[in-house]
């Protein structure tokens, strides 16, 4: 797999005949290694070791339903009290982040009602939050560390 902007981390991979896994230590479990999956591992390495965020308040692979559409955010940050704080769509490197990243997740967040956004495709990152007041969404110029998410 290709580098991404983000810290390079010492990640278990597992090849098997047809495919290469990576252990995933979210859902605690090898998984499928695809561009996607390298990009989450990484980013989701990246909050918890650089910006505070619990290992353990980080769900992957979440299930949501959307106008009766059975659908999955890539991951959702918990607060510690069990309230979803952000949504967090990742894509591939290759993948161009664009307004309709914005568009699914913003989708999803009918279903949790969190104040953070993020996207990611690993070489770019993107975070916004709701503006309570406007109800509108604000984008951040440096991604919140943990303890901030209830501060802000």
């Known amino acids: 797999m290709n580098p991404l902007n983000l810290p390079?981390?010492?990640c278990k991979l597992r090849q098997e005949p047809e495919k290469t896994?990576?252990?995933?230590?979210f859902r605690k479990k090898y998984v499928?290694?695809?561009?996607?999956?390298?990009?989450?591992?990484?980013?989701?390495?990246?909050?918890?070791?650089?910006?505070?965020?619990?290992l353990g308040l980080i769900a992957v692979e979440t299930a949501l339903k959307y106008i009766k559409m059975n659908k999955r955010a890539d991951a959702i940050v918990y607060s510690n009290t069990g309230k979803p704080q952000m949504i967090i769509e990742c894509k591939?490197?290759?993948?161009?982040?664009?307004q309709d990243a914005f568009d699914?997740?913003?989708?999803?967040?009918?279903?949790?009602g969190v104040k953070f956004l993020a996207v990611t495709n690993g070489m770019q990152h993107y975070c916004c939050r709701m503006k309570e007041d406007t109800e509108s969404w604000q984008f951040l110029e440096e991604f919140?560390?943990?303890?901030?998410?209830s501060i802000l």
């Open 8 to 10: 390079a981390y010492n």
């Open 21 to 25: 896994l990576i252990f995933d230590p």
């Open 32 to 54: 499928v290694l695809t561009p996607e999956e390298w990009v989450r591992q990484h980013f989701l390495h990246w909050l918890v070791n650089h910006k505070g965020y619990p």
């Open 92 to 98: 591939a490197p290759e993948v161009k982040i664009s």
């Open 104 to 112: 699914q997740i913003a989708r999803y967040n009918y279903s949790f």
């Open 144 to 149: 919140p560390d943990y303890q901030h998410l």
